[in-house]
């Protein structure tokens, strides 16, 4: 069983940085694949980075690639999402998941556990 809890959104304008933190509960933390995920207003939850159980391998959405980056801290069953050169399009409630299984995947049918998510609001 896996608990996660997001913190760290705000509203910025374009061009800041945010981080934002999941804080997990639970054994299994780093036996389990992660993810962020993002749902602006009117539409659906989109992929947006990825990392494996040890932290070497991440993937991102080619609309974060470059800005965002994705680390994992198991000792402190924390993950972290660094959001740089932040853009209006970004905007959106920021989501941490994690899978049961250890292998990646971007489709959030695939994440069993959800955070309450975390509100980023970048202005113009």
């Known amino acids: 069983q896996v608990q996660l809890v997001e913190s760290g959104g705000g509203s910025v304008q374009t061009g800041d940085s945010l981080r934002l933190s999941c804080a997990a509960s639970g054994r299994t933390f780093r036996n389990n694949y992660m993810g962020w995920f993002r749902q602006a207003p009117g539409k659906e939850r989109e992929f947006v980075a990825g990392i494996n159980r040890d932290g070497a391998i991440t993937t991102y959405a080619d609309s974060v690639k470059g800005r965002f980056t994705f680390t994992r801290d198991n000792a402190n069953t924390t993950a972290y999402l660094q959001m740089s050169s932040l853009k209006p399009e970004d905007t959106a409630v920021y989501y941490c998941?994690?899978?049961?299984?250890?292998?990646?995947?971007?489709?959030?049918?695939?994440?069993?556990?959800w955070g309450q998510g975390t509100q980023v609001t970048v202005s113009s």
């Open positions: 998941a994690a899978r049961v299984s250890p292998f990646s995947s971007r489709s959030r049918d695939d994440y069993y556990y």
